[in-house]
């Protein structure tokens, strides 16, 4: 599933950012771009980082 149109991350990108080690939204916008543009991906990029990081 795409969580960020603008820039076209999706549910796995944000996946493997987290299995890099990411651990913020900063971080995540830093390595993605995620929410860089409109923003209305933002609080669903938080979301599926949240759930990543709680499944590990
Ligand atoms: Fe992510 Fe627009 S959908 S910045």
Redesign the pocket.
Known sequence: MI?????N?SEKKIHQAVAMGVTTMSELREQLD?????????GCARKVMRECMDSN
Request: a positive charge.
């Open positions: 969580v960020c149109v603008c820039n991350v995620v929410g860089t543009c409109c923003g209305k991906c933002a």
